[in-house]
């Protein structure tokens, strides 16, 4: 879990300012066993994956 600061942030819908507590929130962090399949993928080995499709441990990191 990690603390979020309160801050202040804005309405989408009419734009005022609105006051955002403080809060704590889940946060995902990757096994060595996920960040290994990872590897295999971004290198070609177990599945195929569609052309085009790029895979990146960045989005997990």
Do not use: Y
């Not at 804005?10 to 704590?24: A, C, D, H, S, Y």
């Not at 990757?30 to 994956?49: A, V």
């Amino acid at each position: 879990m990690r603390n979020r600061r309160s801050r202040s942030g804005r309405n989408p819908r009419n734009g005022t300012l609105v006051f955002i507590e403080e809060k704590w929130a889940t946060f995902f962090r990757r096994g060595n066993e996920m960040q290994q399949h990872l590897d295999r993928l971004e290198r070609g080995i177990g599945r195929k994956r569609p052309c085009g499709m790029v895979l990146s441990s960045a989005r997990f990191g």
